[in-house]
């Protein structure tokens, strides 16, 4: 029974010959982006900056350090079935939709990241103690100009590539642990972002590296 076999990896092919190296495996595969090698802005709109800076909150120098896990956005074309006529029913595209991230952020002592974010969401919703309990706001006061930058970076901490989120706001805030046992961790909490639409963006130097 023969042995040899041939492998094709992005373009270069390779066999179990004596000539087969392992440099030249690792020369096919190249560079590979990091999934830890990321860091994400957020910029409020004019709106929504009125209401931090009324209540004396800002994330602006610090959310980049302080969101520890992230996702780089995904979109799905809905479709439906044309069954007209005979054979097979066609799949036809009518819209997108674009799917909900989840961000985990790291807080600080004085709970100013959750505390952001706390009002963000009720400037969305009133809250149930306040003048306009359950109240839903104009979508342009809690979403319209909000732009969140996911950046892909490399181990330079060079941009690869940007998806920028617009129109951006939080829908789900989760609950944050508290526990004597746990001495030697940080507090953190996840928030669930929904957004109108995405762009995605690669830079010039990772254009560059294909050539």
Known sequence: MSTDFEITI???RLNNSASFK???????IGNLARPNLFYADLSPGDSLLGYMNSAGISIDNTFQYRCETAEFPGRTIATMDDAVGAGPALKLPYDVTYNDISMTIICSEDMNERQFFELWMDVIVGKA???????????????TGNILAINQVDSS???LSTWNLFDVYPIALTPMTASWEDSNTYQRFGVTLSYRYYSFVV????VNQRI
């Open 157 to 159: 901490g060079d941009i």
């Open 10 to 12: 992005l373009g270069t």
């Open 129 to 143: 103690d306040s003048g306009h309990g359950g109240l839903i706001n104009y979508y342009d006061n809690y979403a």
């Open 203 to 206: 830079s010039d130097k990772a």
């Open 22 to 28: 392992i440099s030249e495996f690792k020369n096919a």
